[in-house]
């Protein structure tokens, strides 16, 4: 029987500049296309693999990366003869002049040519054709634009797969990302629908196991391999499987802190000489220094990245603490919660609403 694998968010491709040195991202764009080779070689001989956005990092990767992932592709296509796959476009795989051709759209073109009918690339909302009554609705221009595919979403739909927040109305002003309110989600899953999100990096479920939020496959920062929320399983990372009549569905482990390559670890930055100079994971350095310590913090940070293998290294060391900081910190990260926008939003009528959400597009 024919199963159909979604996997989000691989960020291939993927830039950062925070926490590591030029060979260490380079180190981590390889990793994340070794990973995504991996998920493609879990598929099944029949079966279909959909790619529920945010395939590559931003929409012009460097060529480079570009033929590493139209390769991954183009292997598992041929390696298994009736494999199909799917690439629905997420935010990050698309520019937001919409007259530029992003590498997503060029190589899911290019594949579309190369296997007619066992590719696809997903632009705008349309049904699964390799399983009756899923439904995918890609990334779209701007909110408007996505509470209209909702409301044209099929009454026979069971399965909706989407790639955008959840229960986060000021997501559209940070990047153009798109949200899905609780009233929205409720008024589909009431109806018996099933949601399937990508776009956000935690994976977690919710409304009696009928929104799953995927979460990514494999991290590609720090963050990634934090648990926010309430997690699937804390460290752990999953791949949604779900069988051809839509009615069963499974959670398959992807990642795991614990993995030799990929993992994670938290050391004290007094312990840093714990991790072995070869070790390619991804670290947080954490602890508690006094103020005369901040220099020596970062001279220790520095030196393990210059010896180490990690992917990604990131200071979350607290220098200064004294007691009672900690209470400082949480009512700090409280005032950073409050969105000033929201306020405003609040104090304002409806056409005076639109203006300022028409500023903010400016």
Not at 145 to 164: N, T
Not at 175 to 188: I, K, V
Not at 211 to 223: A, H, Y
Not at 328 to 357: C, F, H, N, T, Y
């Amino acid at each position: 029987m024919s199963r159909l694998w979604i996997f989000n968010d691989l960020h291939l491709g993927v830039q950062r500049t925070g926490g590591t040195t030029p060979t260490s991202a380079d180190a981590l764009r390889s990793f994340s296309h070794r990973k995504h080779a991996n998920l493609l070689d879990l598929a099944g001989e029949h079966d279909t693999v959909l790619i529920n956005g945010d395939l590559t990092d931003q929409f012009n990767i460097d060529l480079g990366q570009a033929i590493e992932v139209y390769a991954a592709a183009a292997e598992c296509l041929n390696a298994k003869p009736n494999v199909k796959l799917v690439w629905s476009v997420g935010n990050h795989d698309l520019s937001k002049d919409s007259s530029k051709l992003g590498t997503v759209a060029f190589i899911g073109r290019l594949l579309e040519g190369s296997f007619p009918g066992r590719f696809k690339l997903i632009t705008q909302a349309q049904a699964l054709e390799s399983h009756p009554g899923a439904w995918v609705i890609p990334h779209v221009a701007n909110q408007d634009l996505f509470d209209l595919e909702l409301s044209r979403i099929p009454d026979d739909a069971k399965v909706i797969f989407l790639h955008c927040n959840y229960d986060n109305p000021f997501a559209g002003q940070a990047d153009h990302s798109l949200n899905l309110t609780r009233d929205q989600a409720r008024a589909l899953t009431t109806t018996g629908k099933i949601l399937v999100l990508g776009h956000e990096h935690q994976g977690r479920t919710m409304m009696g196991d009928k929104l799953i939020i995927t979460g990514n496959q494999f991290p590609t920062s720090v963050s990634d391999c934090l648990r926010h929320g309430d997690g699937q399983t804390d460290g752990m990372k999953y791949a949604l499987v779900i069988e051809k009549d839509l009615s069963d569905m499974e959670l398959v482990p992807t990642w795991s802190v614990k993995d030799q390559d990929g993992g994670y670890r938290e050391v004290d930055w007094r312990d840093l000489a714990s991790i072995p100079d070869t070790a390619q994971i991804f670290v947080r350095v954490a602890g508690k220094a006094d103020a005369s310590e901040a220099a020596e913090v970062i001279k220790e940070i520095s030196k393990l990245r210059q010896r180490s293998d990690a992917y990604v290294i990131t200071n979350a060391v607290k220098v200064g603490v004294v007691d009672g900081d900690d209470e400082i910190e949480a009512s700090i990260e409280e005032i950073k919660a409050v969105s000033v926008l929201g306020i405003l939003l609040e104090m304002l009528d409806e056409p005076q609403q639109a203006v300022v959400r028409e500023l903010m597009k400016d």
